[in-house]
Each structure stands twice: as structure tokens, then as C-alpha cells.
């Protein structure tokens, strides 16, 4: 949000089934003066997460084959760390799926411009 002394500009992020009904409410709230949306399909980013966590899974199980493998100590510490890195991206992964701006694929955003009320 950008705030002046005779205006005020905020974008905001809105998942598209409530885009019109915050819309609405946010022009009770001032005189707008202009207004302008745009959309961003987020889908692909979506899927490509999706992809990426199950390639991780896979590794992970490999990993924990070759853990049990494993003949000496310096292989199980090698195939050790490697797995604590590859569970960690996993839980990144996750994280960002769960999102709650994430959950939907399709986005749109607004922006709100006021400016100086009419004849002053």
C-alpha cells in the first residue's frame, strides 16, 4: 500500500471467486478513482511443484535403499546427508503447496487508486 496526502494505492491478491464481492466492498470504503486488474494464471508453477515433490519422494526411497546398503560408515554418513537435504526440500515443497494463497491455481489481483475528492 502506498499512501500520499490526497491519495492511497493497494494492491491485494484475491482468489477469483471472491474477486467481485471484495471488489464491491472496497469501493464502499472510498472514492475510487481508478481501477485496474489484472490475472496470472499460477497453474503451471502448481503443477511444476507437484512434479518436482514426487521426483523428490522417489529419490528419498532410493536413498533409503541405499542407506540399508550401505557397508561402511562413511557411506552411511554420505547417503545420510544427501537424505536430510533431498527431506528438507521435500518439506519445502509441501509447505508451499499448503499455502493458503496457493491452493487455488488461478489468481487475480487489484489495485485501488483514490485521489483527490472531486471540486477539492
Known amino acids: 500500500m502506498h499512501v500520499g496526502e490526497d491519495y492511497a494505492t493497494v494492491l491485494l491478491r484475491v482468489p ?46 532410493r536413498l533409503l535403499q541405499l542407506l540399508q546398503q550401505a557397508k561402511t560408515v562413511e557411506g552411511l554418513l554420505k547417503v545420510g546427508d544427501y537424505l536430510t537435504r533431498v527431506r528438507s526440500s521435500i518439506k519445502r515443497y509441501e509447505a508451499q503447496l499448503k499455502k493458503p494463497g496457493e491452493r487455488r491455481p488461478v489468481f487475480e489481483r487489484e489495485g485501488l487508486h483514490r485521489g483527490p475528492a472531486e471540486g477539492g
Open 16 to 61: 477469483q471467486e471472491k474477486f467481485n464481492k471484495t471488489l464491491e466492498e472496497l469501493k464502499k470504503l472510498a472514492s475510487v478513482v481508478e481501477v485496474s486488474t489484472t490475472a496470472r494464471d499460477v497453474t503451471e508453477q502448481y503443477i511444476d511443484l507437484g512434479a518436482r515433490l514426487k521426483a523428490l519422494r522417489a529419490q528419498e526411497e
